[in-house]
């Protein structure tokens, strides 16, 4: 089965540097975001919200992104943005990729045929619909107007909306691993050597699938961070005043002449996002694929 490459993978890296050089690079500058999104927004003297100059300022020592259409800080209202963005990638990816990995392994190596055609129709079904429609008919059935504890208006039905799109590509995939592993010879010994098929598939199915399907969970958080980032363009997603990447963005989308900063430069932290969570999975599915 021919698998799917990670969004934004570009493999000069990886071919000019090797598969670690690759890797580590990715690793570092991930690192770095992430660390600026937890301690920049502790450390600094401004809060997402709060007036601390004036609107349309550009980027300076004292504000390096520059300030927004009401005199906000864009470099404290970036990182804290990045908090919401990539929590929300990882819990929607990590409830994707248990779901989907658990119903594809079941479905692949299930001797019951019933069982493999109703999940396997479940899962077409998803995959059908085009991926934006599903998305905004789910938000908007949902709601975005609530807030859900710490999470702002529009975050908890986006994450929704993702959920239950997402865990279909990965039901696919585990079961064509799954169909794979289930003919290869090492477990046609063990079944010949008397183990049951539950504890074959725990035992030696299962941890193959699993190695698969987390690589490609490496990549797809660059695709839910993008996702999110572009609900608000379709008039979802999280809501102002929220500092979320896509809300700054889109809020800077009517001034791109008098101040590119509002858009560009958010926009520049998630593609270096994207890049460097792109150059890990490329990685690990290049690694998986020489063993």
Same mark, same amino acid.
């Given at each position: ?10 493999? !000069? ?14 690793? +570092? ?30 980027? /300076? ?15 404290? *209202?970036? !990182? ?27 479905? @692949?190596?299930? *001797? *019951? ?27 908007? +059935? ?86 999110? /980032? /572009?609900?608000?363009?379709? @008039? ?32 520049? +932290? ?22």
């Amino acid at each position: 089965m021919k698998q799917r490459q990670p969004l934004f993978a570009l493999p !000069w890296l990886r071919l000019a540097f090797g598969v670690s050089a690759s890797r580590t690079i990715g690793i +570092v500058v991930f690192s770095i975001i992430v660390l600026m999104c937890i301690f920049q927004p502790i450390f600094s003297p401004y809060q997402a919200n709060e007036f601390v100059a004036m609107a349309f300022q550009p980027p /300076s020592w004292e504000h390096p992104f520059g300030t927004d259409a009401v005199g906000r800080d864009l470099f404290v *209202r970036t !990182w804290e943005g990045g908090r919401i963005n990539l929590v929300a990638a990882a819990i929607v990816t990590g409830f994707s990729l248990l779901l989907g990995t658990t119903l594809g392994t079941l479905a @692949g190596s299930s *001797r *019951r045929r019933w069982i493999d055609s109703l999940i396997m129709r479940v899962v077409d079904a998803v995959i059908a619909f085009p991926l934006v429609i599903l998305l905004l008919a789910l938000v908007v +059935v949902i709601g975005t107007d609530r807030a859900w504890g710490p999470a702002p208006a529009g975050l908890i039905a986006s994450m929704v909306a993702l959920m239950c799109v997402m865990w279909a590509g990965y039901a696919r995939m585990a079961r064509g691993q799954s169909l794979a592993m289930r003919e290869s010879d090492f477990v046609l010994a063990t079944r010949v050597s008397g183990l049951s098929n539950s504890r074959i598939v725990l035992r030696h199915i299962a941890p193959g699938v699993g190695r698969i399907t987390l690589a490609l969970a490496v990549s797809d958080i660059v695709l839910v961070v993008t996702i999110l /980032s /572009s609900l608000p363009f379709l @008039g979802a997603g999280v809501q102002p005043p929220a500092a979320e990447w896509g809300s700054i963005m889109y809020e800077g989308r009517g001034f791109l002449r008098q101040a590119w900063w509002i858009t560009l430069l958010p926009g520049a +932290v998630v593609a270096i996002t994207g890049l460097s969570l792109s150059f890990v999975a490329d990685s690990l599915l290049d690694s998986r694929s020489k063993k």
